[in-house]
């Protein structure tokens, strides 16, 4: 599509377009987020204090956020909630529950492996092939620095994007049941889909 050839991936960006990136992210993750923080502008300020801009890829369409990746690797994620943040906006309890969730929901793992924790696209110009861009460039900088295996999750109600990661070389590697706890957040299971990197051919 004419507007794909227009896309530029970029680990940098500017304050205004840090706002898109978020907000982008908000929106395509509203439903989780909001099991644990009902206020859109809590939500939105909190996660941009969390973001580490060097676990993240950008797509922008005309200088405009449109997509992003975000990647854990190192023991690092692309985003880390911290308990002073949250404190400015919930009390010592709600805090700490908020916090404890957001750790437990980001596992550790072995040093060759690198996660996509999120590839979330604007509505706008979904479908356009943005997401798989986006994955492309994950694979180039798993190459270079020579990791060997990717790794992402997909909940059990999106069989869309579990077709999508299986036609990119995505493989089940595991099921993971959360059964009641997670429903508030839309989904009760997730399939851990892995990527061997001896398969990439750039």
């Known amino acids: 599509m004419e507007k794909t050839k227009n896309i530029k991936i970029t680990g940098k960006i500017n304050e205004n377009q840090l706002d898109q990136a978020i907000s982008i992210y908000y929106f395509a993750f509203k439903k989780k987020i909001r099991a644990l923080i009902k206020s859109k ?41 911290k308990y002073k943040d949250l404190r400015e906006h919930f009390n010592p309890i709600q805090s700490y529950f908020i916090y404890f969730i957001y750790k437990i929901m980001s596992p550790k793992f072995k040093n060759d492996v690198i996660r996509i924790d999120l590839i979330a696209v604007d509505e706008d110009v979904r479908g356009q092939g943005i997401g798989s861009i986006l994955i492309e460039k994950v694979f180039e900088l798993a190459k270079d620095k020579e990791f060997k295996e990717v790794i992402l999750e997909v909940v059990d109600t999106n069989p ?13 590697k595991k099921l993971v049941k959360y059964y009641f706890t997670t429903r508030i957040a839309g989904f009760s299971s997730e399939f851990i889909m892995s990527y061997n990197m001896e398969n990439f051919v750039s």
Request: net charge positive.
């Open 41 to 81: 502008e809590k939500a939105l300020a909190i996660h941009k204090k969390a973001l580490n801009p060097d676990r993240v890829l950008y797509a922008l369409l005309d200088e405009r956020v449109v997509g992003i990746a975000g990647l854990h690797y190192d023991n690092k994620n692309f985003m880390e909630i």
């Open 160 to 172: 869309k994007a579990k077709k999508l990661y299986e036609r990119i070389g995505f493989k089940e």
